[in-house]
């Protein structure tokens, strides 16, 4: 499955990858060397630590170069587009309110900041849609809220 990313979410986990794979690497094999010093390994919590410190980071790396491996850049191309897709700002109205929000990849989404995921509920729903159209969809609360589309750059 792709990972939609911006050019420059993909720059900064590869600096992240950079980072955990050279420095948290090292500074965790210093914890491991340090807390083995300590004697019986049974009874070592300084050990536990390190090693609970270790599989996480381990699996942050995974995590991360699995998103790298799949990443999809998004791209911006100017102009008004006839539907919207990822990478879309959009102008809708509801309620009479002017709203404007950018269709992201789920790791840059910031609903706060009407950065909302192409996997969220209303991503999904204003995909493919045209200008002019109605969408509707279900808020968590079992509310339906309607939002017409007015503009797709």
Known sequence: MPHYLSKERLEELKEELNRLKKDETFEIAERLKKAKEFGDLSENSEYSEAKEAQAKLEARIFEVEDVIRNAEIIKKSPGKKSAVHIGSTIAVSKNGEAIKYTI?????????????SNESPLGRAFLGKK????????????KAVRYKILDIE
């Open 131 to 142: 200008i002019g159209e109605i969408v509707e969809t279900i808020l968590p609360n079992g």
């Open 104 to 116: 992201v990849g789920s790791m840059e989404a910031k609903p706060e900041s009407n950065l909302i």
